[in-house]
């Protein structure tokens, strides 16, 4: 696999447009912080470490309920 280079990279994106530019460190911030956090591995979610964390969190709440109390908190 061939290396590109932080200067190639860089070189590239004085091509993009400033918006694109500013999605782009948007998109690099993002990753970031997901890798931070150890949510990321190999450029994928490790969804497997999510599984189970909501268990119990609306027992016993009714949904359509749950459903309009976000709602009217929205409004």
Known sequence: MKRVT??????EITNLLPQEQLK?????????RLQKKGIVREKKLAWGRL???GKGLWRGEDAQEY???LRADRA
């Open 6 to 11: 932080i200067e190639k990279i860089e070189k």
């Open 24 to 32: 782009l460190v948007e998109r690099l911030a993002h990753r970031l």
């Open 51 to 53: 599984y189970g964390l």
């Open 67 to 69: 459903v309009n109390r």
